[in-house]
């Protein structure tokens, strides 16, 4: 609770298909409890928080299949999208933006995600 610029957003059940016990899901809006502020932000700074949840490694496969159309033209190459089981939690954060990803548990008990979370 001490990190500065610590960041909380509640956490929650959900049902999902398949899974009797269901699984927990990660509330970044804060929509459901009024409590917490969305991690997206007001309407005022929404714009800043965007432009500092940037992933690095997006950016550059991007600039990867734009360069690719430059060179071969966009009827000539093929993108394949896959989907990646726990994808969500392969996606690492910068170090420095974790604070943003902290949920309290029971007690004083706060888990702040290190990698991707459902949510």
């Given amino acids: ?12 059940h959900a049902d999902s298909k398949g899974k009797p ?4 899901i990660g509330d970044l809006s804060g929509q459901h ?18 432009a500092a949840i940037k992933h690095q490694i997006v950016d550059q496969l991007v600039n990867m299949v734009l360069t690719a159309a430059d060179i071969h033209g966009w009827d000539h190459i093929i993108v394949w999208k896959k989907d990646l089981q726990g ?4 996606l690492n954060y910068n170090p420095d933006y974790c604070k943003w990803f902290a949920f309290p548990l029971t007690g004083d008990i706060v888990v702040i995600h290190l990698a991707g979370l459902f949510g």
Avoid: Y
């Fill in 1 to 12: 609770m001490r990190i500065k610029g610590l960041h909380l957003s509640p956490q929650h």
């Fill in 21 to 24: 016990e269901g699984r927990i």
């Fill in 33 to 50: 409890d009024p409590r917490f502020t969305p991690l997206n932000g007001s309407a005022h700074d929404k714009d800043q928080l965007r």
């Fill in 87 to 90: 994808a969500f939690n392969l």
